[in-house]
């Protein structure tokens, strides 16, 4: 009992003091404060890298959550010709998964900030509950950064992405960015116009977070076929330290779960 009861007062309060600290860190790097009390957003430039074609290199520029600037090269395989694009001046593209795992991580934190140190635990359960719903939110958090969106070809055409460029996108390429883990990567997709007689096969692809050469589909009043698909990525170091975080803190939750477990099945006659 009283070694139970030290569990509720002192332990489960540091170990969500810890919990505190690990997210704020988490937190701090998704807004990547530059020094100085002006807060803005400091910009970083990546450079893009595939293994094994030098078809598409480019250089994109994060800022927190915004892609601010993108700037691509992209050697056609047909002529060897070079297409050159880059984001217009006004324009910023939002990452909605940078976005979304911030704000799951801000919920957590906000989760643990209620419980504060005077707050007095009564029973394992009222702890267990609130552990769930912290690594409730730390899942959600990290599987926005996991799984980027399944998107169909069509609403990869229909995106505002589209028109972000200067000069416009050719009507025969198509472009996607998004996070997968700690990486940021950008999909360019080269079309080709299906003509009518060769539409008898014709079978639209579905969602996927890739799509491959030979998928087809309908926009527009026009059948493409995807003839060429390149994939460029650079690691965002920051979003690495993000997962290390999220999941050292999904650990100490659990263990403290299992502690207060351990408890609860000495004490199966009484509400626990």
């Known amino acids: 009992d009283e070694e139970f009861k030290w569990l509720l007062q002192e332990e489960v309060h540091a170990v969500l003091k810890q919990l505190q600290d690990i997210l704020k860190e988490a937190s701090h790097r998704f807004t990547l404060p530059t020094g100085g009390s002006g807060g803005a957003v400091k910009q970083e430039n990546f450079v893009l890298s595939t293994s094994g074609t030098d078809q598409v290199k480019g250089v994109l520029t994060l800022q927190g959550d915004a892609l601010c600037q993108a700037d691509v090269n992209l050697k056609m395989p047909r002529n060897n010709q070079l297409l050159h694009f880059a984001f217009r001046e006004d324009k910023q593209w939002k990452l909605q998964q940078i976005q979304d795992a911030r704000n799951h991580v801000n919920q957590a934190i906000y989760l643990l900030m209620n419980r504060d140190v005077n707050y007095q635990f009564k029973t394992g359960s009222e702890v267990l509950k609130l552990m769930d719903a912290v690594m409730l939110q730390l899942s959600r958090a990290r599987n926005r950064l996991t799984t980027p969106a399944t998107l169909t070809l ?60 030979g998928a087809m589909f309908e926009f527009g009043n026009q059948r493409y076929e995807v003839s060429h698909v390149h994939k460029v990525e650079c690691v965002v170091p920051w979003l690495n330290d993000a997962l290390v975080f999220f999941t050292v803190s999904l650990q100490l939750c659990q263990q403290l779960k299992d502690k207060i477990s351990v408890f609860s099945s000495y004490w199966n006659y009484r509400p626990y």
């Open 154 to 213: 069509p609403e990869i055409a229909s995106s505002g992405l589209t028109k972000m460029f200067t000069p416009a996108l050719p009507p025969d390429i198509l472009v996607n960015f998004y996070i997968n883990l700690n990486k940021l990567c950008l999909t360019v997709y080269q079309l080709h116009v299906l003509q009518p007689s060769t539409t008898k096969n014709f079978k639209p692809a579905g969602g996927s977070i890739l799509h491959n050469p």
